[in-house]
């Protein structure tokens, strides 16, 4: 079983930077497609990035196409999601995920979730 953390959250103002960080623990995760989905208040969780097991392919919801960047380490065992140009539509905690394809995580198929790191740009 593969424990995920997701840490790098915090509070930015809008144009800001954050940097998230999900370490995986337990079993390496290479092998693994991950990604990030969002939560924001009173709204639905939401498929934002992901990248595939082998760093190849990516996926880009349009609200974060050119201002995010995901990627990973397998080294570290640990996958990285660059938000660059912070909007106050971007706040909602964000959850980093794994699961055996890109498109698995799209269709909801999650292997292990993080337990969510909270994410506030101030406008």
């Known amino acids: 079983q593969v424990r995920l953390v997701d840490t790098g959250g915090g509070l930015v103002q809008t144009g800001g930077s954050l940097r998230l960080s999900c370490a995986a623990s337990g079993r390496t995760f290479s092998g693994y497609a991950m990604g990030w989905f969002r939560q924001a208040p009173g709204k639905e969780r939401e498929f934002v990035v992901g990248?595939?097991?082998?760093?190849?392919?990516?996926y880009y919801a349009d609200s974060v196409k050119g201002r995010f960047t995901i990627s990973r380490d397998d080294a570290k065992n640990t996958a990285y999601l660059q938000m660059n140009s912070l909007q106050p539509e971007d706040t909602a905690i964000y959850y980093c995920a794994s699961a055996t394809t890109i498109r698995h995580m799209r269709d909801g198929y999650i292997d292990n979730w993080g337990q969510g790191t909270q994410v506030t740009v101030s406008s």
């Open positions: 990248i595939s097991w082998t760093a190849t392919s990516t």
